[in-house]
């Protein structure tokens, strides 16, 4: 017989009784059970599930990517989280190379024998946004905690509610029963292919939380890089365009050759919330020959550096579609001279998680304690290796220029700036110049390289005094409410390192111009117009 309790700890108060925490606690015996897919089904990763009333369990998928975990005493809610290619300890971390974590939660009561509890990408943007309100920096801290804790329903609602809102017009297309009320945890997916499939046509990860340097909110594109969400914390979602996003998957797989953009912030593709900023990778696909059958794959991410592109997992969104003869250009720079210690707040996380150290003036590699991945010519190396591994062909970038004058100032004429000297505080453990250590590791390799510094610098002195602020993200708030109150970006705090729509596609001809008068890349530019 099916017997069902209630857990609840209850505050006295002179005559008034408070509830507070409670849980259903369900003594029948249950099958928890569900499929665990980020791209693909996960095989033999590591599951564990804690309820409510703080049990525990644990086991593994099997060859479906599929989980049963049988329970007797099932406290809801409960959260169930999957580990795969590596240990969960390492889920928060970005300093050396991340798990794929993912987790779920199920916060309705059990009904039958069998509790359907699938994990996926949409499941850990769902506990993203409810582990955010609950105050904590990301889904893991909150898996990691072994606490459920009381769950403010109406947050769960909406972070349920924003899901289906983003996803709406996939679900239709894909003829979901009851579209309104889709769960991603508790819908029977594995009945569903298109469903499965869905799920191929998404990047997921999880994001950088600066001031710590932890991973935190889960983040979500689509197969072609186009931000779904996360750009903040918990919310709105842009829709998810289904018929595009498989447009894009055909068009990578039958591409004649593949561009895979390996960089930061300044080559990235941009939220529409944010427009007109673009990298300048968002506009390079229109140099190209209609002919071409070259496909551009942008996989950059704003704040990454080459050692943490590669260690949290973005690196990982793009390698497995890397074939032979593609191209891999690897645009790192700005954020590898995240290197300062003594910088307030997030000196130290950034220290252990962004920075690369540039050459010495003599061309040697620059590192602590035979930490040879601190070492920025061996970060880069690293891609080279891999594209080579695959058949692909590298090509390194110097970084687009910041706009800074000799003085340091926001101000043409621009001169070069990707080097770091001791300061004050003596807070840099090594210094040295990261344009020249990118030309030093493509000589050493025998790597193309295309000198973006130079010639954006050439481009920024060209124009008039205060010139660049049509082609840098200087935006009016008037084009854009995003930029108001004085935002990154906006009239009133210009942003010379970053670009705007008519700045990226200058930036992306840039790109074209200097491919052309490079003979290493002969071939490659005879598919440009």
Aim: one cysteine or more; proline letters at 4%; glycine letters at 6%.
């Amino acid at each position: 017989m099916k017997t069902t309790l209630f857990n609840c700890r209850v505050l006295v108060i002179s005559l008034v009784f408070i509830v507070f925490g409670c849980s259903t606690i369900h003594t029948e015996k249950h099958i928890i059970t569900g499929l665990v897919v980020e791209k693909n089904p996960l095989s033999n990763a590591h599951i564990s599930l804690i309820d409510a009333a703080g049990n525990e369990f644990n086991t593994t998928t099997d060859a479906q990517g599929i989980y049963r975990i049988p329970a007797r005493a099932i406290a809801t809610p409960f959260l169930v989280s999957v580990v795969a290619e590596g240990v969960e300890a390492d889920c928060i971390s970005n300093s050396t190379r991340r798990p794929l974590c993912m987790a779920a939660l199920v916060d309705e009561q059990l009904s039958g024998n069998t509790v359907i509890a699938n994990i996926n990408p949409l499941t850990d943007r769902i506990v993203s946004d409810v582990a955010i309100g609950k105050g904590y920096i990301g889904p893991q801290q909150w898996v990691n905690s072994k606490k459920i804790g009381v769950l403010d329903k109406a947050q769960v609602q909406a972070a349920k509610n924003e899901l289906r809102k983003g996803f709406n017009s996939a679900l239709q297309q894909l003829t979901i029963k009851h579209a309104g009320n889709f769960d991603p945890a508790t819908y029977p997916i594995q009945e569903n292919n298109q469903l499965i499939e869905l799920f191929s046509l998404i990047h997921h990860n999880r994001n950088y939380d600066n001031n710590t340097g932890e991973t935190g909110h889960t983040t979500l594109t689509d197969i072609g890089f186009r931000p779904i969400v996360g750009l903040l914390p918990k919310g709105a979602y842009e829709s998810f365009d289904l018929r595009r996003a498989q447009n894009d998957l055909l068009q990578i797989n039958s591409a004649q050759r593949r561009i895979f953009i390996v960089g930061d912030s300044t080559s990235a593709v941009y939220e529409q919330l944010r427009f007109p900023r673009m990298g300048w990778a968002q506009a390079f696909a229109m140099r190209f020959k209609s002919d071409s059958r070259i496909k551009i794959i942008v996989g950059s991410r704003a704040g990454r550096s080459s050692r943490d592109f590669y260690n949290g997992r973005w690196f990982a969104q793009m390698e497995s579609m890397i074939q032979v003869g593609d191209y891999v250009f690897i645009n790192h720079g700005h954020n590898d001279q995240n290197c300062d210690s003594s910088k307030p707040v997030r000196g130290a996380a950034d220290v252990k998680n962004l920075c690369t150290y540039p050459n010495n003036s003599e061309g040697q590699p620059q590192y602590p304690n035979e930490q040879h991945e601190l070492s920025f010519q061996t970060s880069l190396e690293r891609y080279i290796k891999i594209a080579r591994e695959r058949g692909a062909i590298p090509v390194l970038f110097t970084p687009t220029t910041r706009i800074k004058n000799i003085e340091g100032q926001q101000a043409t004429p621009v001169v070069h700036n990707h080097f770091t000297k001791q300061n004050a505080n003596n807070g840099y453990l090594f210094v040295g110049d990261y344009t020249q250590t990118i030309k030093d590791t493509a000589t050493a390799n025998a790597v193309p390289l295309i000198d973006l510094e130079t010639a954006t610098i050439e481009f920024a002195n060209s124009l008039t005094a205060d010139g660049w602020k049509n082609y840098w993200l200087v935006v009016d708030p008037g084009i854009n409410r995003f930029y108001a109150n004085g935002a990154p970006g906006s009239t009133q705090s210009p942003d010379g390192t970053h670009f705007q729509k008519k700045g990226a596609d200058a930036i992306a001809e840039l790109v074209a111009r200097e491919i052309k008068t490079n003979d290493e890349l002969k071939e490659l530019s005879n598919y440009l117009q």
